[in-house]
């Protein structure tokens, strides 16, 4: 596959417009490895970036998460369709009902119907992820159980969780043992500390007077098994060309639920796109002012990495990723806008992660994004950013046309009595109200 020069100029284009500091990416293809950096990894102390350059990869995270569980699944030591608390038996959440129904996959394929985005001050010690989880009965029920796929953070909160008592190590020993070790990933931790060790790139954000660092690097260590894998591209590569070659992993890209948006459905952790009759699994990160992106074509045996050390570096990943399955021939177009009754979907919609406002404006929606700050002791807060329009695609389907969401896909969740009762927007549900 050649695309490398082009592939260097579309980043460079894109980390220009968009002022990103670095960026590294990798492309593995039937044992052939090119890999490509750009830039530096702080503003204020900078060193040039490569291949090997640690990361916060966020939730790329969750994809080892569930491979651990996939490992113990195997191993006659759960059953994915068991219920939590079989193996966490003094868990609870807010709906005593919800409680008793959710299980392994539930948790998995993000269909657990609570509150998706939680962060909780639980130390830095081995217990923070035991601690984080007998707070959950703090978490509002969404939606029951196995009704609609809804990203869900303390869900894999959750799965960390298990894992720990079924291997009776601290997650990030258990994750060393079981995912990092077999995946040849000899640099990756999950340890912000051993990180210090090695060359690594720190998050930003744009600030008043410019690029600027986020602070603090890292986030509590509650949410390492949703988000807190630190590694590199090449170590990504190596994780990724894994996945390929392990058939008990190859479960893990098996279509569970319809998820929308930029994919079409959710395997075990994995978000799973077909573009004529080819399969996508991938999964991004979003962590500190940091962005990332895996990309996996098992029929074309083809791995594809690529991080970025600032928050608006989400553009950047999709520039490079648009041209990468361009080159595969693999392009998908976004659909086409069609006329349609739009004041139906106006209003506001809220989640614990950020709230939408929705207003007509001719023919096209306005959405106004307003964040919220979740993550305690965060010494840097990120604006709000510019609104964007929609335009409907088809019925209760919308796509952005202009701003920030350009190209990105929405759903309108309808309840039992056939009005719009919720809004996916990024995988994640937002409740309407009035």
């Known amino acids: 596959m050649e695309v490398s020069s082009e592939l260097r ?41 490569d291949a090997d350059t640690l990361f916060q990869v966020g939730s790329i995270t969750k994809t080892a998460t569930a491979s651990a569980i996939v490992r113990l699944e195997d191993a006659g030591r759960l059953g994915l369709d068991e219920r939590v608390r ?25 269909t657990g119907g609570f509150t998706g985005d939680w962060y909780a001050i639980t130390g830095a010690g081995d217990d923070a992820v035991a ?9 509002e029920q969404v939606l029951p159980p196995g009704l609609h796929y809804s990203y869900c953070n303390p869900g894999f909160v959750l799965l960390g969780r ?40 720190a998050g930003h954000s744009a600030g008043a007077s410019g690029v600027e660092i986020v602070r603090p690097w890292t986030t509590q260590r509650m949410m390492t098994p949703a988000g807190g894998l630190i590694s590199s591209v090449n170590d990504l590569l ?98 086409a806008a069609i006329d349609h ?14 709230d939408l406002d929705l207003s007509l404006d001719g023919d096209a929606l306005v959405v106004q994004t307003r964040l919220k700050q979740l993550v305690p002791g965060s010494l840097t807060t990120f604006p709000d950013p510019p609104p964007s329009r929609l335009r409907a695609y088809g019925p209760d389907r919308l796509i952005g046309v202009e701003g920030p969401l350009k190209d990105a896909r929405v759903e309108a969740i309808r309840g039992e009595d056939g009005r719009i009762g919720w809004l996916r927007l990024g995988g994640r549900i937002r409740r309407k109200v009035a």
């Open 131 to 139: 601690q984080a989880v007998a707070r959950m009965s703090e978490l």
């Open 86 to 110: 079989t193996y966490v038996p003094d868990f609870r959440l807010a709906d005593r009902a919800a409680t008793e129904a959710l299980t392994v996959r539930h948790l998995l394929t993000h």
């Open 341 to 354: 009754d739009l004041a139906q979907y106006a209003g506001r919609y809220v989640a614990s992660i950020s």
């Open 162 to 201: 298990i894992i720990e008592l079924l291997t009776g190590a601290p997650y990030h020993e258990a994750l060393r043992e079981l995912v990092l070790g077999p995946a040849g990933m000899t640099r990756s931790t999950f340890v912000p500390i051993d990180a210090m060790t090695e060359r690594f790139s």
């Open 238 to 335: 190596a994780y990724g060309r894994h996945h390929l070659g392990d058939a008990a992993l190859a479960r893990m890209r098996e279509p569970q639920v319809e998820s929308g948006g930029q994919s079409d459905a959710v395997g075990l952790a994995w978000a799973l796109r077909d573009i004529d009759g080819t399969g996508i699994a991938s999964h991004g990160g979003d962590m500190r002012g940091q962005a990332s992106l895996l990309t996996l074509i098992p029929s074309r045996n083809v791995v594809f990495a690529i991080v970025a050390n600032a928050q608006t570096g989400h553009s950047v990943i999709a520039a490079a990723q648009r041209a990468v399955l361009a080159s595969l021939g693999l392009a998908r177009e976004a659909p």
């Open 9 to 49: 100029e579309v980043i460079a284009r894109a980390m220009g417009r968009e002022r990103v500091p670095g960026v590294a990416w990798g492309l593995a293809e039937a044992g052939t490895t090119t890999t490509g950096a750009a830039g530096v990894t702080s503003v204020r102390h900078p060193l040039p970036i």
